[in-house]
């Protein structure tokens, strides 16, 4: 099966028909994997084209071989669990993506980007089992003599020659020798990876909130900004005048004690313990006789806390840490070799088998241990929110650094563009 969907269109109108064979027949219909971003269609014409495929030889039957154009967003757009993700995962898994093949820019007639050839068997040869082929063809092409449109560039016969020879082979490190930059040079341009080389763990990395606590005018100020705390001296008794100003009138009473009572742990300083200021407050709110709603208590600690790297850790009624949600980061840990997961991915209590867990865990905390801890020694992975993603970003692999240039060639540059800015000055004043 050969395709050339276009690049970039939404699929907004079959919507409604896509997502409900997606939820209601799953794996059983085309769209079981998942669904891409509305506005690019180009995974659902693979997955359409998947389910035409023949069984496979080892159920019997002949297989099929899927050659489709794509642009560089199936590669890799989406965030791990996402659509995208998901389909990509699901393709690798089966061990269906046998190859991709980066073609040069400026090579149709309507757009003038990179695109991308996937090829993709149930009847991978026992060598390519368990692997992908990925080809740097970015450089395999010659200009053409007059352009159309966007299209300025052009295989060759002997382009595809070569690029058909490099897929055959199947050669990791296979080099050939292109033009970069006006200048010939030596690069690799077919790379293999096992399939478990394009999968990650997304782990969510956690530490712990950490705030001070002051009575301050500026703070307790700041309790106007809170919903629950300004809610008071709003009625909801709409339809009785005389009863909602009555119910105004007490919610304002309410928050001239709520300050007042605030007010009289100023001489407490600043406390660096959440669960000491509690007490603090417990007592203050005794002392005046007050009785504190849950919300309103909750916008007191939001109002008089700011966060502080010095203070105390702040802890759940268990004792164990509360997370900050404005430290709370997220980590990308290699999939461990030989994990396959079935889909959707549930990291947690639902998840296979326990040897499965192990593994997973057993990788994110090696990587914990090396990458994150010396920096973070407070931090933690929230295990229930990992997910596992894939992409193919296959620009980085073939990427080649090239150091800058010296700083006195750059400066010597600069200076002969400068003179010649000057000259240029000069001739407009004459």
Same mark, same amino acid.
């Given at each position: ?104 820019? +400026? @090579?149709?007639?309507? /757009?003038?980007? %990179? ?6 068997? !149930?009847? #991978?040869?026992? &060598?390519?089992?368990?692997?992908? +082929? @990925?080809?740097?063809? /970015?450089?395999? %092409? ?6 159309? !449109?966007? #299209?300025?560039? &052009? ?276």
């Amino acid at each position: 099966m050969l395709a050339n969907p276009p690049f970039g269109v939404e699929w907004k109108e079959q919507q409604r028909t896509v997502t409900k064979e997606h939820e209601e027949v799953g794996f059983d219909g085309r769209f079981g994997a998942g669904l891409p971003a509305i506005n690019d269609g180009s995974l659902l014409f693979l997955q359409h084209m998947i389910s035409k495929m023949h069984d496979a030889p080892s159920r019997g039957g002949d297989g099929s071989r899927i050659a489709i154009i794509f642009n560089g967003s199936p590669l890799f757009s989406g965030d791990a669990g996402s659509g995208p993700s998901n389909i990509r995962r699901w393709i690798i898994e089966k061990d269906w993506l046998e190859a991709i093949i980066a073609l040069p820019d +400026q @090579l149709f007639y309507n /757009t003038g980007i %990179f695109t991308y050839v996937w090829l993709v068997s !149930n009847r #991978k040869p026992p &060598e390519r089992q368990g692997r992908v +082929q @990925l080809i740097d063809g /970015t450089r395999f %092409f010659q200009k053409m003599k007059r352009s159309l !449109n966007n #299209k300025r560039n &052009e295989l060759s016969d002997a382009h595809i020659t070569r690029l058909t020879e490099l897929y055959g082979s199947f050669r990791d490190g296979e080099t050939e020798r292109v033009l970069v930059d006006g200048a010939s040079e030596e690069r690799v341009v077919s790379r293999i990876f096992d399939n478990a080389e394009f999968g990650f763990l997304k782990v969510t990395v956690e530490r712990p909130l950490r705030l001070n606590f002051e009575a301050t005018p500026e703070r307790i100020a700041r309790l106007e900004e809170q919903s629950a705390f300004a809610n008071l001296a709003v009625s909801k008794k709409r339809k009785d005048a005389k009863a909602a100003e009555a119910d105004e009138a007490a919610g304002l009473a309410q928050q001239v004690a709520i300050r007042a009572m605030l007010a009289t742990l100023a001489n407490k300083g600043r406390c660096m313990d959440r669960a000491q200021f509690e007490v603090n407050l417990d007592n203050a709110t005794k002392r005046a006789r007050l009785k504190l709603p849950a919300p309103i208590r909750k916008a007191i600690l939001s109002a008089l806390g700011e966060r502080d790297p010095d203070a105390e850790i702040c802890r759940d009624a268990k004792g164990n840490p509360e997370p900050d949600s404005e430290l709370r980061d997220t980590e990308s840990v290699p999939l461990p070799a030989g994990i396959a997961l079935p889909l959707p991915m549930q990291f947690g209590p639902d998840m296979p088998n326990d040897d499965l867990v192990a593994a997973m865990r057993g990788a994110i905390d090696a990587y914990m241990d090396a990458e994150v801890l010396p920096h973070v020694p407070d931090a933690w992975v929230d295990y229930s929110k990992t997910k596992v993603g894939y992409e193919i970003p296959i620009n980085r692999y073939f990427y080649v650094y090239k150091p800058p240039r010296p700083l006195a060639e750059i400066g010597a540059d600069i200076a002969s563009l400068e003179g010649e800015i000057a000259g240029l000055l000069k001739g407009l004043t004459a």
